[in-house]
């Protein structure tokens, strides 16, 4: 089967077994699915969404039924213009809070990505080595993501987090 933009996949650990293809459920009807990063906690999947003119840029969170192979939206955050197509991966610390990493400096817009913009951006960001990307802590509760200190990079491209060692939050 060909696999379709915006498709949710579970992919087996067994290569026998067949790819199981979630159908999408309660997904507004203008919101598109262009899935970039995304995180598994519990029976929940989190995914950060370059939705752009179609929901924007956001994070969906869809409720998952292997046994009825459906994937149910449960709930959206919008991220500010500044995080705008730039959000790379995130984790997922509660039902409330989670960290971002940006991945690049240049902000899109609605439209998408601005290919010249994107590699004149890349190529003065590594030329400069400049450190211009970050994480940040959002919260569903009041809506806002925050830059924490001391986490610029040159390019942010993966998280982790030790729940046993250390509370984030």
Same mark, same amino acid.
């Given at each position: $089967?060909?696999?379709?933009?915006?498709?949710?996949?579970?992919? =087996?650990?067994?290569?026998?077994?067949?790819?199981?293809?979630?159908? $999408?459920?309660?997904? =507004?009807?203008?919101?598109?699915?262009?899935?970039?990063?995304?995180?598994?906690?519990?029976?929940?999947?989190?995914?950060?969404?370059?939705?752009? $003119?179609?929901?924007? !840029?956001?994070?969906?969170?869809?409720?998952?039924?292997?046994?009825?192979? $459906?994937?149910?939206? %449960?709930?959206?955050?919008?991220? =500010?213009? !500044?995080?705008?197509?730039?959000?790379?991966?995130?984790?997922?610390?509660?039902? !409330?809070?989670?960290?971002? %990493?940006?991945?690049?400096?240049?902000?899109?817009?609605?439209?998408?990505?601005?290919?010249?913009?994107?590699?004149?951006?890349?190529?003065?960001?590594?030329?400069?080595?400049?450190?211009?990307?970050?994480?940040?802590?959002?919260?569903?509760? %009041?809506?806002?993501?925050?830059?924490? !200190?001391?986490?610029?990079?040159?390019?942010?491209?993966?998280?982790?987090?030790?729940?046993?060692?250390?509370? =984030?939050?």
């Amino acid at each position: $089967k060909n696999i379709k933009s915006g498709e949710i996949i579970l992919i =087996p650990v067994n290569e026998n077994d067949e790819l199981i293809f979630l159908s $999408k459920t309660n997904l =507004p009807s203008n919101y598109k699915l262009h899935a970039h990063g995304i995180y598994i906690k519990d029976n929940l999947l989190y995914i950060l969404n370059h939705g752009y $003119k179609y929901g924007g !840029e956001r994070l969906d969170i869809f409720l998952i039924d292997v046994e009825g192979k $459906k994937a149910v939206f %449960t709930k959206s955050f919008q991220f =500010p213009n !500044e995080l705008y197509g730039i959000t790379n991966v995130l984790i997922a610390i509660d039902d !409330e809070n989670f960290f971002v %990493t940006s991945w690049n400096t240049y902000v899109h817009d609605e439209n998408g990505m601005n290919e010249f913009k994107f590699m004149l951006s890349n190529l003065i960001q590594f030329v400069l080595q400049l450190q211009t990307t970050y994480v940040y802590h959002c919260s569903f509760s %009041t809506s806002l993501c925050k830059r924490l !200190e001391n986490t610029s990079g040159m390019m942010n491209n993966g998280i982790t987090w030790n729940h046993d060692l250390i509370n =984030p939050i």
